[in-house]
């Protein structure tokens, strides 16, 4: 089957050209595609303009994709359905095991189901318990939800074996935590246990929803694709260790913003369900270390001063404008009541991301393109050129150019913002 008619049965409502324009930095399109929607994790951007993108660069040549902010595999199952190889590297321990769970999308379907009727079956005979649970999880579900949950939980960890069946299974009652639970759960940072909700889905129905919604998919994606290979590591991009050099001709990824979000905090609520933390205490050592420094809970625990990060070497290039506003923000914060600790995150975020290319510029071919969805930022009103110091730092590294195209404006509804600073969004393309 033709890539086209692909396109077709996998994207049955395509946007307009200029919707597609204007959504390519979102996520939201996804949850209507199939695999995709598995999971639903806000830090990521249109599958469908990733396709586009990979296809476009088939027709010249040979193409191997990387993606060194993988998330849930936006750009791996992408490039699964353009047939052709890819690999990612994602920090988050917890997402990882996402996006390797939505990549087992080719194995026995039918196989899968059985297994996850079984576990409902002994989910409903046995029952479970809301005892142990921390209150973070006693405040998002009423008892007999929580109870149901359990059941669902215990059944797993009575079967679970490691094998596609048991993994795919515990990523059908991981995607099922926020639909039962009858509080606010939003993945963008917050949980609001007092804010409610109308709609939400008792466990039992929400696992067999989700299983049956897996098994469509999975047959659907088995018809339409052809398998080609496509790994991902628990990794740090600022290294890519796992990755060869000059093996990686197309980059397609989105890395953190430097907008104070606290990627590690994502997934508090399926995390502290499985008992993988037992609150946001422990965030730090488990998750955030690992990741680039963009919100100020990184700055929180280090000692390093704002002149030891500056002086770093890999940040020459824009030291001089990048020390100019990390000035400014250290007397800005001043005047705060949170008095947040911006100007050492913003100087650790761009020495990061100093190190990340360096990293693409060892992986990636000299006839190579990178692709940065990416958006500028305004901490306390200190307006930061993100899409222009980032490729800066690329040149710097020893790629040839980079132009930026913007898609959209952000920040442009001001009430209850902060500031007042127009933002945008975007793609930092960089080449060679």
Known sequence: ????????????????????????????????????????????????WVKEIISAA????????????????????????????????????????IARAKLLWHEDAEGFFDFAQELLNKAQRDGGSQEGYSSLIQRCYPENILVDLD????????????????????????????????VGTSQMELIQPKKRKQNFVPPFDAFSSRTSLMLKDMRLFQNVV?????????ADARLSNCIDDSSISLVITSPPYVNNFDYADATRLEMTFWGEIDGWGELQHKVRQYLIRSCSQHMSSQNEGL?????????????????????RLAKERL??????????????????????????????????RVCFVIGDSAPYGVYLPVHK????????????????????????????????????EGRLWVEG
């Open 307 to 327: 002149d030891g990060l500056l002086d770093q070497t890999v940040s020459v290039p824009i030291v001089t404008e990048l020390r100019s506003a990390c000035e």
């Open 389 to 424: 110091w980032l490729g800066e730092l690329a040149l710097a590294a020893g790629f040839k150019s980079y132009e930026f195209e913007k898609t959209r404006d952000r920040n442009t509804k001001w009430k209850n913002r902060k500031h007042r600073v127009p933002l945008c």
């Open 151 to 182: 059941a669902i939980r215990r059944a797993w960890l009575s079967a679970a074996d490691g094998s596609p069946a048991s993994e795919l299974s515990w990523l059908a009652l991981t995607s099922s935590l926020r639909d039962c639970s009858p």
């Open 226 to 234: 052809r398998y080609v290979e496509a790994g991902i590591s628990k």
């Open 335 to 368: 005047l705060h009541g949170g008095k947040k600790n911006y100007h050492l995150m913003v100087a650790a975020y761009f020495s990061d991301m100093a190190k990340v290319w360096l990293t693409l510029r060892r992986v990636c071919t000299r006839a190579s």
């Open 58 to 97: 088939k027709k010249d040549s040979s193409v191997t994709v990387f993606d060194p902010f993988a998330g849930s595999g936006t750009t791996l199952l992408a490039a699964q359905e353009c047939g052709v190889p890819s690999w990612g590297v994602e920090a988050h321990p917890f997402v990882v095991r």
């Open 1 to 48: 089957m033709t890539l086209l008619k692909e396109q077709l049965v996998l994207y049955p409502s395509p946007a307009t050209p200029r919707e597609l324009v204007n959504r390519t930095s979102t996520f939201v399109d996804n949850m209507r595609l199939p695999v995709h929607r598995w999971f639903r994790y806000s830090a990521g951007f249109s599958a469908q």
